[in-house]
């Protein structure tokens, strides 16, 4: 028992000097906690070391306690020992229970390479995975089945996006395109395009929203390989439409936000005008289930959160505003995810993520996508180009395809620039304004934000700061909804 005890603590010891370790590089944590078999493994491990605590601490209480105990002595003792067994194995029972629903999550998540056809997805090599790839692009898509829509995950992909990084500096710039955008044209190598060589065409709209669900419903017989059909059709579009190679997607079901949020207890976004509730323009209903009000920093619910995320019918810029507010959603659930909630909530948190979340990307190519995050968040520089209709010349109904490859082209240039600018060396003493330099004049500030312009980068913190805005159309806003009443530093509310 003796040996046995030395041999626990021993393992133990160890244990903790890898827990030290890993929690010193979050990356090798991340990468770690995604891979099903490592989860697995430490999981069962887990259970046997909780077991054989137990038992050391009983057989050292059968074994050593005199047999001269009192029946209220043994009593005490056996309280004791009670007590102290549960103190050991109840922190390894959660720690094994996580463990099983993190390596759960991350099967449902993430499948074998081997196991899913993919007719878009890179193969890469498992020593450099990067090597030869300048650029790793990931689109982002946001399904909206809320009611009245088709009930099938993200057969309406209303908000889509693709974060193009670059794989040496972490530099990213985020692409965002309308659903709107009509006769999408798909990749010159891909099959799609020889079946649509005008563009996408459903016999309706022909908006980009709808080429997840039409395109391989009307040509079944060219995704026979895949798994992932409407996926690798969108990412066919996405390469026709932007000019560059799309890697790998990842769905977000907007709708399971709201079990996300509830897990989180809430999140906190900036609202810039009061927010209807149901409703839509046609019906004349607008705000029919209620409103969510203006206000810096406001505290939302999974419901209202979902419908921060998808409200249109009062939505200033139409689509484009609800884009926006979707991103800086996904950012506020992104940022607010403290360690405090994850550990005290993470079996809700997990489950509702596995509802809400579907990707192409496989188990083997986690630790690499890993490293790419380490390197975005080193980087530090995330910038996004919009394609707003009416601005800029750019037209969702007759899209000018070329133009928007460069402008693309030439933000992600842009983005390289300012990455390689803010890691230059910077001089110890500045430069004197000569005849040749002059100085730059200090930036005007202003209390709101630039209209959205295609073709040029901005920042994505910038765009979800608080800044009120106008409500779009002359919809009724009952009185009982709260009106925000900035301080005297921040602009002034237009009274409704």
């Known amino acids: 028992m003796h040996r046995l005890g030395v041999i626990l603590l021993t393992l133990i010891l160890v244990a903790f000097i890898a827990l030290i370790i890993v929690l010193r590089n979050p990356l090798l944590t991340a990468g770690s906690a995604l891979q099903t078999g490592w989860m697995r493994t430490i999981a069962i491990s887990l259970i046997v070391v909780a077991g ?30 009670g007590l102290l067994t549960f103190i050991v194995s109840a922190p390894l029972a959660v720690a094994s229970a996580y463990s099983f629903e993190t390596a759960r999550l991350s099967s449902d998540l993430f499948g074998s390479e081997n196991n899913s056809q993919s007719q878009t997805r890179p193969t890469l090599e498992k020593n450099d995975p990067w090597a030869d790839k300048e650029r790793v692009n990931i689109l982002l898509a946001g399904g909206d089945s809320g009611a009245g829509r088709e009930t ?87 390469e026709g439409v932007t000019g560059q190679k799309v890697d790998y997607f990842v769905l977000v079901n907007i709708d399971g936000l709201v079990k996300l949020v509830d897990a989180m207890g809430g999140v906190t976004v900036n609202v810039n005008f009061p927010i ?20 810096p920093t406001q505290h939302l619910g999974g419901d209202d959160a979902m419908w921060y995320a998808r409200s249109r019918c009062n939505s200033p810029g139409g689509d484009f505003g609800r884009m926006q507010r979707q991103s800086c959603l996904v950012n506020a659930v992104i940022d607010q995810a403290d360690p405090a909630t994850m550990l005290t909530r993470y079996e809700d948190i997990a489950q509702a993520a596995g509802d809400m979340v579907s990707t192409d990307i496989p188990q083997e190519h986690l630790s690499a996508i890993v490293d790419l995050a380490g390197r975005i968040q080193k980087g530090g520089v995330v910038n996004r180009i919009s394609f707003v209709h009416g601005i800029n010349g750019y037209d969702s109904s007759a899209p000018d395809f070329d133009q928007m490859h460069t402008e693309i082209s030439d933000a992600i240039a842009a983005t390289q620039e300012q990455v390689e600018a803010k890691n230059a060396p910077q001089p110890t003493e500045p430069a004197p304004a000569t005849t040749e330099t002059a100085e730059a004049p200090a930036p005007v500030e202003s209390d709101t934000p630039a209209e959205p312009i295609s073709g040029e980068a901005e920042n994505v913190a910038d765009s979800c700061g608080y800044h009120h805005e106008e409500p779009e159309g002359d919809w009724y806003i009952p009185d009982s909804v709260p009106v925000y009443t900035p301080p005297d530093s921040e602009p002034a509310q237009t009274q409704r």
């Open 52 to 81: 054989l605590w137990v038992s050391v601490i009983i057989g050292t209480y059968l074994v050593s306690r005199p047999r001269t105990l009192s029946n209220g002595q043994r009593t005490i003792g056996g309280i004791a020992v």
């Open 152 to 238: 099938e995950l993200g057969v309406r992909t209303d908000t889509m996006m693709m974060a193009s990084i670059d794989t040496k500096t972490g530099a990213t710039l985020i692409i965002q395109l309308p659903r709107n955008l009509q006769y999408p044209i798909f990749a010159p190598d891909s099959p799609l395009a020889q079946a649509f060589p005008y563009g996408f065409d459903d016999g309706s709209d022909a908006f980009l929203s709808s080429v997840w669900e039409d395109a391989p419903t009307m040509y079944p017989e060219l995704f026979e390989n895949t798994d992932y059909p409407g996926a690798d059709a969108l990412k066919w579009a996405f």
């Open 276 to 295: 209807a509730k149901g409703g839509s323009t046609s019906d004349g209903n607008c705000g029919e289930l209620g409103w969510i009000p203006e206000g």
